[in-house]
């Protein structure tokens, strides 16, 4: 047995019960009086078809007995308006489920993706670099905000048919026990073959997410903005297009052959159904014939029987569904049992205020990589003192960031900020402290204060801060002259949307970081690729202006910027190779001097 098979064994013969009880809750604490509501028509509508299909018999009868004995006619009447009412109840009462499913619908599928995506805010960064757990994201996000109510009304409707089917039970001893022995044996067979195409179909749906990721992913890269001038510069659109092509072709393959196996052995047990049926039908109609039962009993008892039919068929379709909704059902509760990782303390402030940031002894690496990112770390960052961090691409100065400000957790060693490791920090407390500009900073849809405004989020609507955070960042010149100035929506996605050139955003991204006043620690991560030397050498001795009482980072290639810093270290391969200010590291003619001596001969 392969891993997965074993896997999914274990799933299907462990927590079905579980997830249905789960899920009933869920409904149940999304809107309770609609559930009632619910409940109640399913019942209406379980009991009324027995009492229509007994009145029909009435009606017969009484029109049988008008024509051969001379029975009143007004009998026959009151009959079919008795009849015609509970029609008309059963109309009202499928209209009320409808006008609740659809209600519930709703508000269970806003609730289920509120709390995916507020799960998604309790998780860790590096939970998002791993594959598995975007699968797992992927399959709850596909499915599981549909299957909770697909569950409960399966439920309903299970309990409905089994009321509806009690009724017609009743109604069919009066005629023969055997004949509902054969009502409820015969749709058996199709039930199985459908439980078990609906765990092919979980496990196919299961294990090609992957396939079903990258599909959407192809799908962003061709019909996305921002990938729109390289995708028609290099034609890559005929290349993607054709991956996307074979990757439909390859699950297509696989829903073919399980559809086709599905509905062939659908059809040949769906016969046994029908065999029983006309079975049935020649026993009825032989015994009304040698007068055992009136015209009306025979018309009551074949409509009872073939709607009872229906009934176990819908009945057992409702708890292969329902067997089919659990599976579907563990993706969710799987991933909203995934274990959060971020750091849960409590401290506010350290144990020492003012001690600034401690790195001791820190390793770092990569779920799944053998390769340590970041290998023996010994650094300490002090107030009012601006540190750079050089090195080639790849040697671990983002995610040394990012371990500095809680994203990711050391594989071994710890960083302290004033004296009090990282994961005793609330984390609110923890995040206000960093004003953080990456070099792949996120460039959203939405307004220029706004823009500015999610760098401290207690303050996102604030457009006095906004304008304070534009002028330290250096963005207040080019925003004045927008059409809306800070009102202007940014991007292309909306209406009247402004695109802002590179050289623009950065000074967005920097007024992020000027946005949070209670901010004392500064990052910058590599965010002025884009500008010229010039531009970034005035950009950073503003930053410096700036923060003259904080601790201030940043991340170049440019060694004309890097000088400027009161401290320089040189990360290689995960270590810190160099550590000094300018005039050491030269002295010292190490990788920094090779570095910046190769870079000034360019310039000459």
């Known amino acids: 047995m392969t891993d997965k098979t074993a896997t999914f064994q274990t799933e299907k013969d462990g927590s079905l019960r579980v997830y249905s009880v789960r899920a009933m809750q869920l409904v149940w604490t999304t809107n309770a009086k609609l559930t009632v509501a619910f409940g109640l028509l399913t019942l209406v509508t379980g009991l009324l078809p027995a009492g229509m299909a007994y009145v029909a018999q009435l009606i017969v009868d009484s029109v049988v007995g008008a024509l051969n004995d001379g029975l009143p006619v007004r009998t026959a009447l009151i009959y079919i308006a008795i009849e015609g009412l509970l029609v008309a109840l059963m109309a009202a009462a499928q209209r009320g489920i409808s006008l609740c499913q659809a209600l519930l619908r709703a508000q269970l599928g806003h609730r289920v993706n509120v709390m995916i995506l507020e799960k998604a805010q309790q998780l860790a960064m590096a939970q998002f670099e791993d594959a598995d757990f975007y699968d797992k994201l992927t399959r709850a996000r596909r499915e599981a905000s549909s299957r909770p109510l697909s569950l409960v009304n399966r439920t309903f409707s299970l309990a409905q048919n089994a009321i509806t089917l009690l009724g017609y039970a009743v109604l069919l001893l009066q005629f023969s026990p055997y004949a509902v022995l054969v009502l409820l044996l015969a749709g058996f067979p199709s039930f199985f073959a459908e ?147 971020e750091y849960s303390g409590s401290r506010k402030i350290g144990e020492k205020p003012g001690d600034g940031v401690r790195f001791e002894n820190v390793d770092f690496a990569y779920p799944g990589s053998r390769r340590a990112a970041l290998s023996n770390i010994n650094l300490h960052l002090i107030a009012g003192q601006s540190l750079a961090l050089v090195g080639e691409n790849g040697a671990g100065k983002t995610t040394l960031i990012k371990l500095l400000t809680g994203l990711y957790q050391p594989t071994r060693g710890r960083v302290l900020l004033d004296g009090t490791p990282l994961p005793e920090w609330d984390v609110e407390a923890l995040r206000g402290r960093f004003g953080v500009i990456f070099q792949d900073f996120a460039r959203y849809q939405i307004t220029v204060g706004e823009n500015i405004g999610v760098g401290d989020v207690e303050h996102f609507s604030d457009s006095e801060l906004w304008r304070h955070a534009a002028e330290q960042g250096m963005a207040d010149k080019f925003i004045g002259d927008l059409p809306a100035k800070y009102e202007t929506q940014l991007g292309s996605w909306f209406k009247d949307g402004q695109e802002l050139s590179s050289g623009q955003w950065q000074k967005i991204a920097l007024s992020r970081a000027f946005m949070d006043q209670q901010a004392d620690i500064l990052v910058m991560d590599e965010p002025t690729a884009a500008m010229d030397a010039a531009a970034e050498a005035e950009l950073f001795e503003h930053f410096r202006k700036r923060t003259r009482q904080k601790i201030a980072i940043l991340i170049s290639h440019r060694f004309s910027t890097v000088r400027r810093a009161d401290s320089i270290v040189v990360i290689r391969d995960g270590s810190v190779s160099e550590h000094g200010t300018h005039d050491d590291l030269m002295a010292l003619n190490g990788h920094y001097a090779t570095l910046f001596t190769l870079q000034a001969q360019g310039y000459q």
Request: no cysteine; glycine share 8%; net charge positive.
């Open 195 to 341: 439980t078990r195409f609906a765990s092919e179909a979980f496990r196919l749906f299961r294990w090609r997410s992957p396939e079903s990721r990258k599909q959407m992913y192809l799908e962003t890269v061709l019909a996305r903005e921002d990938h729109a001038k390289e995708v028609k510069l290099f034609q890559l659109g005929p290349l993607f297009l054709q991956r996307y092509r074979d990757i439909f072709k390859g699950l297509y393959r696989e829903d073919r052959a399980l559809t086709l196996r599905r509905e062939s052995w659908g059809l040949i047990l769906g016969l046994v159904g029908t065999l029983a049926f006309y079975g049935v039908y020649v026993w009825i109609a032989i015994s009304t014939m040698q007068g055992l039962i009136s015209l009306g009993e025979m018309t009551m008892y074949l409509m009872v029987f073939k709607q009872g039919q229906s009934s176990v068929a819908a009945s057992l379709s409702a708890i292969g569904g329902m067997y089919e909704d659990n599976l579907y059902l563990s993706n969710l509760f799987e991933y909203l049992a995934q274990d959060v990782t």
